[in-house]
């Protein structure tokens, strides 16, 4: 199985940061990552696919890079609905993973 | 616009089956490209890719679970459906089915999910 790891697991940031987070695969995934937003309580909601595709309704503040195995989600001026966990997942194999998820909360 | 939501028991007891079923909208499972999966969540931790059907009823399964899980479709009905087999209080998680993104019969990402059915197995 490719194994997913995310940095950092969480972040303490404010409103208007800029946020980065990191994926890193174990071996080479192309571009068959994917990015993910989860509030608690709520499913996850996609936010990014093939690693820099910004999925449909997604604001513009989102937005993702990298291709074989790191890759990088940023989010710009971070506003107060973005506090939740992102998790990314590789689409490149089955059986499908997901990353440890990194948690964003407020400063 | 599509929607999914799973359905099922929320207590079983360990060693017993639990059968999960999705039921969605807005797509068919007979159309060509389409495709669900079932993902699921223990409680405070990462996410767990359980299985997928496609259109033509293939099927790939998480090599851990494949022993005891099934997925299945009912396309006159709209559904997949998840069973899962001698049941342990590990498998206690927040079961999600979710939409395949698919272009050009590849799989993006899972693009539209369930709100997600709560199962604890205890006795």
């Known amino acids: 199985d490719i194994q997913m790891t995310q940095s950092p697991s969480s972040v303490s940031a404010s409103v208007g940061d800029r946020v980065t987070i990191t994926c890193r695969a174990s071996?080479?995934?192309?571009?068959?990552l994917a990015w993910y937003q989860q509030k608690p309580g709520e499913a996850p909601k996609l936010l990014i696919y093939?690693?820099?595709s910004l999925q449909s309704g997604v604001p513009s503040r989102f937005s993702g890079s990298g291709s074989g195995t790191d890759f990088t989600l940023t989010i710009n001026s971070l506003q107060p609905e973005d506090f939740a966990t992102y998790y990314c997942?590789?689409?490149?194999?089955?059986?499908?993973?997901f990353g440890p998820g990194t948690k964003v909360d407020i400063k | 616009q599509i929607t999914l939501k799973e359905s099922g028991p929320t207590l079983v007891k360990p060693t017993q089956t639990l059968t999960l079923t999705c039921t969605f909208s807005?797509?068919?499972?007979?159309?060509?490209?389409?495709?669900v999966g079932w993902i699921r969540q223990p409680p405070g931790k990462a996410l767990e890719w359980l299985a997928f059907?496609?259109?033509?009823?293939?099927?790939r399964y998480s090599p851990s679970l494949k022993s005891r899980i099934t997925i299945s479709k009912d396309t006159s009905k709209n559904q997949v459906i998840l069973t899962m087999t001698n049941m342990d209080p590990v498998d206690t998680a927040t079961y999600y089915c979710?939409?395949?993104?698919?272009?050009?019969?590849?799989?993006?990402?899972?693009?539209?999910w369930g709100q997600g059915t709560m199962v604890t197995v205890s006795s």
């Open positions: 059907i496609y259109w033509d009823d293939d099927k």
């Open positions: 979710a939409h395949g993104r698919i272009t050009r019969m590849i799989i993006e990402a899972f693009d539209i």
């Open positions: 807005g797509f068919s499972l007979s159309t060509t490209g389409v495709g």
């Open positions: 997942q590789q689409a490149n194999t089955f059986p499908f993973t």
């Open positions: 071996q080479d995934i192309r571009s068959w």
């Open positions: 093939t690693a820099s």
